[in-house]
């Protein structure tokens, strides 16, 4: 995504490097923290009760461009955000005297996050007068993940199960004969599970025999289906622009989303010229109804729900002719 400010900006990368982890004290294992996906992962299952995590960084910033620029005051901090719990933590870097490199820790504390925080790194200075100005960022923020054993950045969906009818969370009761429901609002996009739809969770967890199974199968097909068209309609809702109005890729997982599905959307066409082309059909509804098609169409595919209802169709078939003698 690129953002377009009325002042000058850093043009060099800003590079971030996780040295080291501990929870509560005590050094976590090296292979928890994944340099080439800029992942931490945070969850032990000896450790369930832990109550804080700190995050020991290292920041390379463009020197000579920060030395040779109009910029005062300059100063780096790190970021900590989770939309899950709106929580965001600042925590300024330190750089020593004669160092290249901005050091400091980040805290993260258990009581105030629940599954996945990303972290980014921000330089700030004065430029004009103007104090705050932001003059860089981190291209990809590192990810750190409550949830995980290993550190693996891309986890394109959670399946979680929740009870629509007496559950704790109200407003899933206005949906009590849904049988799913696909949530988009998190930092990751969830399939909720109503589990007091009679016999829908026993069938996807327990099915028996070939007729359950396809059944089980064409269902989850249909679910995996319905979760990449909502995804993408989400994505599409939360462009950034330009002063220009060009529309840029979201970041996140509405991103990868965007850049998976477009080229079968709109097969032929460069990605930026793709998203430009979705965002304007969708604006001025020219065409809109046959990229709608085309969405549910790929969002199908990729659910897989061809193969699986051709699977379905013969389970039934088979059944209705009974057992050969």
Same mark, same amino acid.
């Given at each position: 995504?690129?953002? /377009?400010?009325?002042?000058?900006?850093?043009?060099?990368?800003?590079?971030?490097?996780? *040295?080291?982890?501990?929870?509560?004290?005590?050094?976590?294992?090296?292979?928890?923290?994944?340099? *080439?996906?800029?992942?931490?992962?945070?969850?032990? %299952? $000896?450790?369930? #009760?832990?109550?804080?995590?700190?995050?020991?960084?290292?920041?390379?910033?463009?020197?000579? @461009?920060?030395? $040779?620029?109009?910029?005062?005051?300059?100063?780096?901090?790190?970021?900590?955000? @989770?939309?899950?719990?709106?929580?965001?933590? /600042?925590?300024?870097?330190?750089?020593?005297?004669?160092?290249?490199?901005? =050091?400091?820790?980040?805290? /993260?504390?258990?009581?105030?996050?629940?599954?996945?925080?990303?972290?980014?790194?921000?330089?700030?200075?004065?430029?004009?007068?103007?104090?705050?100005?932001?003059?860089?960022? &981190?291209?990809?923020?590192?990810?750190?993940?409550?949830?995980?054993?290993?550190?693996?950045?891309?986890?394109?969906? +959670?399946?979680? +199960?929740?009870?629509?009818?007496?559950?704790?969370?109200?407003?899933?009761? !206005?949906?009590?004969?849904?049988?799913?429901?696909?949530?988009? &609002?998190?930092?990751?996009?969830?399939?909720?599970?109503?589990?007091?739809?009679?016999?829908?969770? @026993?069938?996807?967890?327990?099915?028996?025999?070939?007729? @359950?199974?396809?059944?089980?199968?064409?269902?989850?097909?249909?679910?995996?289906? +319905?979760?990449?068209?909502?995804?993408?309609?989400?994505?599409?809702?939360?462009? $950034?622009?330009?002063?220009?109005?060009?529309?840029?890729?979201?970041?996140?997982?509405?991103?990868?989303?965007?850049?998976?599905?477009?080229?079968?959307?709109?097969?032929?066409?460069?990605?930026?010229?793709?998203?430009?082309?979705?965002?304007?059909?969708?604006? #001025?509804?020219?065409?809109?109804?046959?990229?709608?098609? =085309? %969405?549910?169409?790929?969002?199908?595919?990729?659910? !897989?729900?061809?193969?699986?209802?051709?699977?379905?169709?013969?389970?039934?078939?088979?059944?209705? +002719?009974?057992? =050969?003698?």
């Amino acid at each position: 995504m690129t953002t /377009v400010y009325a002042y000058p900006t850093l043009v060099g990368k800003i590079e971030v490097t996780v *040295r080291g982890a501990s929870m509560d004290g005590k050094p976590l294992q090296l292979s928890l923290i994944s340099q *080439r996906d800029q992942v931490v992962a945070l969850h032990q %299952i $000896e450790r369930a #009760d832990w109550t804080e995590g700190v995050l020991d960084l290292e920041v390379s910033l463009p020197t000579d @461009e920060l030395d $040779e620029g109009p910029w005062s005051g300059v100063s780096c901090v790190a970021v900590l955000t @989770e939309g899950a719990t709106n929580t965001r933590v /600042v925590s300024r870097l330190e750089r020593r005297r004669g160092d290249t490199h901005w =050091r400091g820790e980040v805290r /993260v504390r258990r009581s105030t996050h629940v599954a996945r925080a990303l972290l980014d790194v921000n330089v700030v200075g004065s430029h004009g007068g103007v104090d705050g100005r932001v003059l860089g960022r &981190t291209d990809t923020p590192w990810v750190v993940d409550l949830l995980a054993r290993t550190p693996i950045r891309q986890r394109d969906l +959670e399946i979680l +199960e929740r009870d629509f009818r007496d559950g704790p969370q109200e407003w899933l009761r !206005q949906f009590v004969d849904a049988p799913w429901l696909i949530d988009t &609002t998190g930092d990751l996009p969830a399939v909720l599970i109503n589990t007091s739809f009679e016999g829908l969770p @026993e069938l996807l967890s327990g099915a028996r025999g070939p007729l @359950e199974k396809a059944t089980a199968g064409m269902v989850a097909a249909q679910i995996a289906g +319905e979760a990449w068209a909502t995804m993408f309609h989400s994505a599409l809702s939360n462009l $950034e622009f330009d002063e220009d109005g060009t529309p840029h890729f979201p970041g996140g997982w509405r991103e990868a989303v965007l850049r998976s599905m477009l080229p079968e959307v709109f097969p032929g066409l460069p990605l930026a010229e793709a998203l430009a082309e979705a965002h304007s059909r969708r604006a #001025d509804g020219r065409g809109w109804a046959e990229v709608q098609s =085309r %969405i549910h169409y790929t969002a199908g595919r990729r659910g !897989q729900v061809p193969k699986n209802l051709t699977a379905t169709i013969r389970a039934v078939n088979r059944a209705q +002719e009974g057992p =050969r003698r």
